[in-house]
Structure formats: C-alpha cells, structure tokens
C-alpha cells in the first residue's frame, strides 16, 4: 500500500468541503522557438490567472523524472495511485475505453484484426485498417461465440480494434500476446504463464479457432491477434482511501473509464465543457469530489496546432468562472502528462499545477504558466502527492501523530 | 533493482542521437565571505552561460540531503546507479584507483603498510607515511606470495597504501577489517561473517603470516593491516540499462575505474582537456554517450584554493565550444558532489545541473551558477534520475503505459 493511502485512511475526516479536481489533458508545453513561450503562456487566461495570484502553484512528476506517461499513468498519479504500482494491461485499458465495465473476474484483450494469406500467415497486422462499420459487424458475428463455462464478449473499438473480454472464475491475466509484431509468418498460440492464466490460454485458443472458422471467407479481415491480455488490477476507491464521494464529468470514455477503476461515479458529461460544467453545477450538493476531463488540450497537442492548443486553454479558462460561482472549497487545475505542440507527442516535462483555497499559502507567482510554476509554493513533487494537498486544503485530514 | 532502470530496460529505444555528460569534479561551491559569489558564479563562463540561457538548470543531490559523498557514489548517482543500492568496497574503490581490472571472483582488500614494535602492537598505523619508491619495491616483494589454489596480486598505490587482491572460486566478500584503528595494540586476525569469507579470512591469514615473515627486518614498514575487504558488486551495464554504447574519457584511473564498473569501454584520454576533447572528436561515430571527466575543480577546492578553482572553471569553460561543434542532442554539465573551496573538502550541498537539448523547457536563468540552478525548471532532484532526463532528451525512451 501506498504511504499517502495508508496515511489517508487512518486521517481522513468528513467535512462540507467540495473539491475540484479540473483537468486540462495534456496541459503542459514547450515554446516552438528559442525564448519564446510556451502554450500556456501564451494563452490570455485571466481567471487561471486571478486563481494563480491567490492559489498557490507548482510541478507535477506524473511517474519519474523523464518518463513520459500514457492517459492511464497520467490519471492515476493525478488521481493519488502510484502509477508505477498500479498497472494497468492494454486490454484493460482498451475496455475501459469504451465503456465497457469490467469485472473482478474478467480477462480482458485487445483485439487486432489482421489478413492471413493462403498459408496461413499474416500477411497484414492491421487488415488494410478495415473501415470501422465492417469490422462492427464482425465483432457482432464474434459476439455469437460460445464457449462451455465462459461468458465471451466482443466488443469493436475504431477500424482493426476491437475488445474480448472472458468472464468465468479463476481465470488468470498472464497470457502472452499472439500478435508476432511482424508478418510472413503465423500469429502465435495462446501461453498462459502460470496455471490459472494457461486455463485463459486455452479459452483463448477455442475462441480463436472458432474466430478463425467465422472469418475465413471475409476479407481483408480473415483473422484476428490478441494483445494486452490482462485483469483488471485491484484498485482501491476514492471512498475507501480518501473518504470521499466522487464523480467524473468526463466526455471521453477512456477517462470515464479511469475514473470508474479508482470506484468514482460515472455522471453524464454530455457532449462540450458547457455541458461538463451544467452537470457540476446540477450534482455539486451530491459528491465531495469531482473530476473534470477536458480533452483537446491534449488532442491539439498531438496535432502539433499550437494556435489551436492556446485556443483552448483560453476556451477552458472562459469556463473557470463556472466552477468558481459554485465556490469550491479547493479547485486544482492541471494536465495528467505535457504534450507540447513543438514535439507532437506526450512528453516527460513537468506538468503545471494550480490550487486554490482559503489556506493557500502564497507564492510569487502572478499568473498560470509553467515559467511561474517553477518557482511555485508546491514545488516539484511526484503526481502521486497530488491528492495529498487537495484533501489537506479542504480540511479533510486529520493531524499525523501526538 | 531500480525504477528508473526497471522503466529505462522497457522504455529504451535506439536512435543516433549523442548525449554528452561532462563532469567537472567536486563543481559546486560556497563564497569565501558572506555575501560573495561561488566559485562558479564568480568564474567568466560565456559558454556554459549561453547554454544555461536556452537550456534548463537544476540541483542534484547525490544520495540524499545533507550527506557529502565521495567519488564513488557521486559517479554512481551521476550514471543513474542509486548509491544506497550499489555500495563499493574500499578495496574495490582502491583496485579501480590503480586501473586493475577486477573480475568477478576477485576480493580486493585496501592495505596499509604499519610498524610493529618489539611486542607486535601497532606503533605507527601508516609506518610514518613511508616513501612510495620504498613501498613500491615492498609490494613487489609481496607479490611473490604463493598461496595454493589463489591467485594473488599485490600492487602499491602511494605511500603506504597497497591494494592486495585474492583471485579463487568461491570466495566471500565479508571479511572484517584486521586494522584495530589505535596503535598499542597488535593487527586484529581477520574474521570471515559468513562460510565463504571465513575461506576468504584464512586466505587473509595465511598471507599475512608470510608478510610478516618477509617484512621483519624492514623499517619502518614491517608489517601491514588489511581495510574494505570486499567483492566487486553485480552492476548492470549502459547497455543493459539505457541501450547506450558509452564511451569514458578520463584522464585519472578511479574515475575510468567507476566507468568500467558501469560497463563504459575506456577511450584514452590522454593527459589534457585538449587531448580529451580530441578524443570526443575522434571517437565521436562510435558511441551514443560519453563521459568526459575533469578533476581539477576538485582538487583546487580541497587545496581551498578559490582563485585556482575559478581559474579551472574558466578553462573548462573554454573547451565546451569543442563539444557543441560536434552538435550533442544533449549536453550536460555538472559535477558528481559539491568540493567548496572554503571547506576543503567534499560537502552534501546541492550540485548545479546544465542540461542543455533541443526540447529543454526554458526557465528563467541566464547564467550557470547555484544560484540560477535554485530556480533552475529541473528543479532540485535526486542524482540518480539525471540519466531519465538525459535519456528522455534525446529521445531515446517510448512512452510509458497506453
């Protein structure tokens, strides 16, 4: 167990106190040219600004220094849970992204459809990226898949993904994967590492050659590999550890479905920030906690648009006042990873970090921008700690010791 | 075994990026008087200064606050070996001092030569700092013992220092020290802790009954104490560990010593900065890192002499034009622990970090110097990530979870 879960468990205390917890995807960044400024800087942000003059800033480390995290290390560290204990498998993953809710008995894998030629062989990993509405009824027709003692769910994702999951008791999550990462020769059989997983190993194999006599007059996608085979990790919930009722106003099933693992509730986030931030005000009397996922300053990161990142920094700050009319007793803005437009990618530089609350204590700093947050009254501290300094500035921790 | 290096082992990819870690020695320093300038501030340094504008700068602590450490651990945090975990002999130390190659079965055991007086106590614990000529003709004498079934290797290092080395199958490292650290009393026997140092401790034995023997009649060396009785400890290598061919450019044999313990290849460096540089250059196609070690930044600050240790800064100063030619994707410049002039000697303070690369996020120093680095967006970190970062700047890990 982790030494601020242990710790929150024995000093955690009930109070009023609602927390925000506003997460702007991808948040931090990099200037594109030499002394220039970064996204964030850039962005004209008066209300992060104005909390920023009161609050108090710093530095996110999401795992280690210099690891650039995936989502799900990202919001983990964010969400208090040691990213590096916590793992989670792609299939997991790749299930909570569609919403798909799994259970404690549940093997869950990746799917990736591919081509086999007259050998046998793979001669395409992705099958020509089959377009998404085929390969949806392909996963309908692998959903008809029965299997003695085994509920089999197949579920597709986005053009060659796809999702199964097996439910049945005493099945383990240590399979390798069957995809050979390359092509010219035949996808590999099931290996379960240990008893319990070569039980989902063989599961795998019945389901696979039945897969394998379904699909053999389809084309491109006359087969299938698995990957990320794995269970869902025992995680314990936001409840348990810090006491609180949370719930997650996330658009993007990938961060509901994050949400869900540490036991938040899942509330309709509806389709834009507006429609986030009329479901924060219509649930705030019935949760102490809330997660807001705000996506596209990571996807805009990724896209490498600067101009379009910084637009919705600004578009996420127009929206700060409606969290403050609500007055929360402690609001945290921050991203889960960078992801600077200049590099196109997650990357391992620290991530901002606001907080504001009644008993912040001051630093110098006169604005959100990673250049403040540097000299910031948080310091640079692991992500993990994050929720350590959400549940102290809402008063809900008791003294450690006499 | 380590995160850092659990993660690097998985994360590790190749591309042809260089990455430069330039040492110099013992860097860190305080002001002579209240309100004065380190040495590194005090020093001109326009090239580390410019670098330090579009670079990004920090502290790093070697093992932990406050504890000063000596070369050994400072390298082996600068290379990313958490100190605390690999932890070498005095032997050891001593045996990659004089360039000896240790091999896996070898216990390498620090001497010092000591008189004895009529009654066999310890009158002299350093036999008057005997001459090294002198000590050196003594080892060559010694290292004439025969004992069966071990190889055995005497070898002077200065003064009355000697490293004595034991080569067999199954030998054990935990053998106490025979130096009773008082005079008036005789040598202490040697002790084994365990079945395997107990062959070790008889070894010991038997080869101080025949020192004694061949050392009577000399003065004021007549007999020896063994310290740091020890086995080299298993190191993963650079290329374990990051991937990284690495080359090592140091002119003194501890610091080659401590490359070659990371699995480093030791590139001659000849006698100068100027023949290192040289040597970068040349070598340049055939490594991924390198290592370039200068000492006299420590050596100056033990002599406590401020004005020498400025002036060697300044010459390091001078050689970083003949890496930046080379176009590094990372440079790094920094020391392995803080030697301040004023103390002579090592001390615990924080050491500055350069790290200059083309993705560094810009923080607001303009110079190289501490008191930059205290606001430096590196911020203040453990030495042992500093090879993530390095890593993470060249691009050479993938992302971490999905």
């Known amino acids: 167990m982790s030494e601020l879960h242990d710790l929150t468990r024995k000093l955690q205390k009930q109070n ?10 991808g948040l931090g960044g990099l200037p594109i040219e030499r002394g220039g400024r970064t996204e964030l800087e850039t962005a004209n942000t008066p209300n992060m600004d104005e909390l920023a003059k009161f609050g ?15 989502s799900g290390p990202g919001h983990l560290g964010l969400f208090g849970y040691d990213p590096l204990e916590y793992q989670i498998g792609r299939g997991v993953l790749e299930a909570l992204g569609i919403d798909f809710e799994l259970g404690p008995n549940d093997v869950a894998i990746r799917g990736n459809f591919c081509t086999l030629d007259g050998d046998g062989n793979i001669s395409d990993r992705r099958a020509g990226r089959v377009a998404s509405d085929i390969a949806s009824k392909i996963c309908k027709r692998l959903d008809t898949i029965e299997i003695p003692g085994v509920e089999v769910f197949v579920r597709h994702v986005k053009e060659y993904r796809l999702v199964i999951v097996f439910r049945a008791d005493g099945l383990g999550g240590h399979v390798h994967d069957t995809d050979p990462q390359k092509t ?3 996808p590999l059989a099931p290996v379960g590492a240990d008893e319990a997983s070569q039980k989902t190993a063989a599961i795998c194999a019945q389901f696979l050659a039945q897969a394998r006599e379904i699909l053999k007059d389809d084309q491109p996608a006359n087969f299938l590999t698995m990957r990320g085979i794995d269970k869902k990790p025992h995680v314990p919930t936001y409840n348990e550890v810090y006491g609180l009722r949370a719930g997650a106003i996330a658009v993007y099933p990938m961060y509901r479905g994050l949400a869900r693992l540490v036991g938040m509730d899942i509330l309709d986030a509806g389709q834009t920030l507006s429609d986030q931030m009329a479901r924060l005000k219509a649930a705030w009397d019935d949760y102490d906690f809330f997660f807001i996922h705000f996506k596209y300053t990571d996807s805009t990161g990724e896209d490498g648009n600067f101009a379009e990142k910084v637009k919705r920094i600004e578009e996420l700050d127009a929206a700060i006042p409606r969290i403050t009319e609500l007055n929360p007793d402690v609001l945290i803005v921050t991203g889960d990873h960078s992801t600077p437009s200049k590099m196109k990618s997650h990357s391992w530089h620290p991530v901002p970090v606001l907080l504001s609350a009644e008993n912040c204590r001051p630093d110098r700093c006169e604005a959100f921008g990673e250049g403040d947050c540097v000299t910031g009254g948080l310091g640079q501290f692991p992500a993990k700690y994050l929720m350590g300094f959400a549940m102290a500035h809402a008063g809900r921790l008791e003294k450690f010791g006499a």
Chains 1, 2 share one sequence.
Do not use: Q
């Open 16 to 25: 009023d106190s609602k927390i925000v917890l506003l997460v702007a995807d």
């Open 56 to 70: 108090t800033l710093g530095l996110s480390t999401p795992v280690i220094p210099g690891i650039a995290p995936g």
């Open 184 to 186: 010219g020769v035949p």
